[in-house]
């Protein structure tokens, strides 16, 4: 049966580790870009391409551009119609696939290239140095033009998350953590156990892939004990349970129409089909969530991406859900219905293959490429979950090397999960004044200091309304009395300015 010439299909993929011996050797993020971008036009086996469509590239954290697409296009001698940017968020390489994919199917692009790419570790390592990158200045890269942004953006943090102060994943993860822990029913030393073999496996799958930037393995054992180079964090976070974001990395993926591909002269051995792809989002703010131990969003958006594709959750072969820290492999694990036994990466996740802010999930679709093109003429299929924020902006991507019978599917069961319950922040006065301050702890954690002390204390409490509350104390022995025992569940006394009382 032919194939539809608009069927949008993945051509070329391109992935950069660049582990440097000396900062003479950093390079700064576009050229990364442009040399994963590179890879990917000779992984497609293409002679040259001097134009294209669209050219888009996942916003960066580790160095200023002013449009970072169109510096990469002038390097490389490419010219692109459309450079844009997207807003910041883990999602957002997920997002660009299926954006693009669309407007191939719809016949709106031809061919499009999506990449992203961070210098976090040179940065890092330049500043602690005191050493001056000699990269271009925002102001010098001849591209004063604004750049398109993909698509708008919301805030992730309310006010009063911004006031009290918990606006970073590494404080917002480990309390979903201990929501996830007290809905199993596991004791402290059970479920850290449990998250320590599930990092464990996570890092041995780093260890066979070639673009990791961590290939080393560790036991549970490894992965749970504090030490010096593997600190408390975010209660019970070490560091090693944490997304790496110190990495130079780069990846890119072309995406075509099979009509185009054909023209080009790419061999049918790489072609790799994306066939469905949703988008959605959990309330945006965690205060309103209804429960810190459940996504619902991930659960009506990967249920719509299977429906789309026709096709179950365990039709996959290969899996990768996101994973900068346990608790989202849990949560998402949970919510699409897969066992947290299976193996649910195929790159080794952030804290071990590398987290290069915004753009893992572009390495993840270029592992998933390779992945797919060595089945060996046996139909094989791949899902991908990427996620931003806080839980909180999800992107679902299934593949397969051979063709659906249909066009390619994309949807939002966003409606549906703006209908879901929400829960209601009360102030720290109405938290004091309810039940004379009386509240129970549903989630929490403790922030360490880099000597690997307790330091601030952070607690979701519920209010007898079921209204939610937020306490936090810097008090070191109420932060030191949240590292002994379970707390969840445990009813705690607020004041008037939201501290958590001794």
């Given at each position: 049966m032919p194939i539809n010439p608009r069927t949008p299909v993945l051509i070329g993929q391109g992935q950069i580790v660049n582990r440097i011996a000396n900062l003479n050797e950093a390079r700064e993020p576009v050229s990364l870009i442009a040399e994963a971008i590179q890879t990917a036009i000779a992984d497609a086996e293409i002679a040259s391409l001097r134009t294209v469509d669209a050219l888009h590239v996942v916003r960066?954290?580790?160095?200023?551009?002013?449009?970072?697409?169109?510096?990469?296009?002038?390097?490389?001698?490419?010219?692109?119609?459309?450079?844009?940017?997207?807003?910041?968020?883990?999602?957002?390489?997920?997002?660009?696939?299926?954006?693009?994919?669309?407007?191939?199917?719809?016949?709106?692009?031809?061919?499009?290239?999506?990449?992203?790419?961070?210098?976090?570790?040179?940065?890092?390592?330049?500043?602690?140095?005191?050493?001056?990158?000699?990269?271009?200045?925002?102001?010098?890269?001849?591209?004063?033009?604004?750049?398109?942004?993909?698509?708008?953006?919301?805030?992730?943090?309310?006010?009063?998350?911004?006031?009290?102060?918990?606006?970073?994943?590494?404080?917002?993860y480990p309390m979903f953590e201990s929501a996830l822990r007290a809905r199993a029913g596991r004791s402290l030393g059970d479920h850290e156990n449990h998250i320590g073999r599930l990092w464990s496996r996570f890092s041995g799958v780093a260890r066979t892939n070639d673009f990791a930037w961590s290939k080393n393995g560790f036991t549970a054992e490894e992965i749970l004990e504090v030490t010096p180079s593997n600190r408390m964090i975010g209660l019970p976070y070490r560091k090693l349970m944490n997304s790496n974001n110190q990495v130079d990395m780069a990846a890119a993926l072309i995406v075509c129409s099979v009509e185009k591909a054909t023209q080009l002269g790419v061999p049918k051995s790489k072609w790799v089909f994306p066939i469905s792809g949703t988008d959605c989002h959990d309330h945006y703010y965690v205060s309103n969530r209804h429960s810190l131990a459940e996504t619902p969003a991930v659960r009506l958006g990967g249920k719509l991406a299977c429906q789309l594709a026709e096709m179950s959750i365990d039709d996959f072969n290969l899996i990768d859900l996101y994973s900068c820290f346990p608790s989202a492999v849990q949560l998402g694990a949970q919510s699409l219905g897969l066992s947290i036994d299976r193996q649910l990466t195929i790159t080794g996740g952030l804290s071990f293959?590398?987290?290069?802010?915004?753009?893992?999930?572009?390495?993840?679709?270029?592992?998933?490429?390779?992945?797919?093109?060595?089945?060996?003429?046996?139909?094989?299929?791949?899902?991908?979950?990427?996620?931003?924020?806080?839980?909180?902006?999800?992107?679902?991507?299934?593949?397969?090397?051979?063709?659906?019978?249909?066009?390619?599917?994309?949807?939002?069961?966003?409606?549906?999960?703006?209908?879901?319950?929400?829960?209601?922040?009360?102030?720290?006065?109405?938290?004091?004044?309810?039940?004379?301050?009386?509240?129970?702890?549903?989630?929490?954690?403790?922030?360490?200091?880099?000597?690997?002390?307790?330091?601030?204390?952070?607690?979701?409490?519920?209010?007898?309304?079921?209204?939610?509350?937020?306490?936090?104390?810097?008090?070191?022995?109420?932060?030191?009395?949240?590292?002994?025992?379970?707390?969840?569940?445990?009813?705690?006394?607020?004041?008037?300015?939201?501290?958590?009382?001794?």
């Open positions: 960066l954290l580790s160095w200023k551009y002013h449009n970072p697409a169109l510096s990469v296009a002038k390097r490389l001698g490419i010219h692109a119609h459309v450079t844009g940017i997207t807003p910041h968020g883990g999602n957002m390489p997920q997002l660009l696939v299926n954006k693009v994919a669309s407007e191939i199917q719809g016949g709106e692009l031809e061919i499009a290239i999506v990449a992203g790419g961070e210098a976090s570790n040179s940065r890092a390592r330049a500043q602690r140095e005191n050493y001056s990158l000699p990269w271009p200045r925002p102001d010098s890269d001849g591209n004063q033009t604004a750049p398109a942004t993909v698509v708008d953006d919301a805030a992730m943090n309310s006010e009063t998350e911004i006031a009290r102060q918990i606006v970073l994943p590494v404080q917002v293959a590398g987290g290069p802010w915004n753009n893992y999930v572009m390495h993840a679709i270029a592992t998933m490429v390779t992945k797919l093109r060595r089945a060996d003429d046996k139909p094989e299929h791949g899902f991908i979950w990427a996620n931003g924020g806080y839980a909180t902006k999800h992107s679902f991507g299934i593949y397969s090397n051979s063709p659906s019978r249909n066009a390619y599917r994309h949807a939002s069961p966003q409606a549906e999960v703006d209908a879901l319950p929400k829960r209601e922040l009360a102030t720290a006065a109405e938290a004091a004044t309810s039940l004379v301050g009386r509240a129970t702890i549903e989630a929490y954690t403790v922030m360490h200091d880099r000597d690997g002390k307790p330091e601030t204390a952070i607690a979701s409490t519920l209010l007898g309304d079921s209204r939610r509350a937020w306490a936090t104390s810097k008090d070191p022995q109420v932060a030191a009395s949240l590292c002994s025992g379970e707390w969840v569940g445990r009813q705690v006394t607020l004041d008037s300015t939201g501290n958590l009382l001794p």
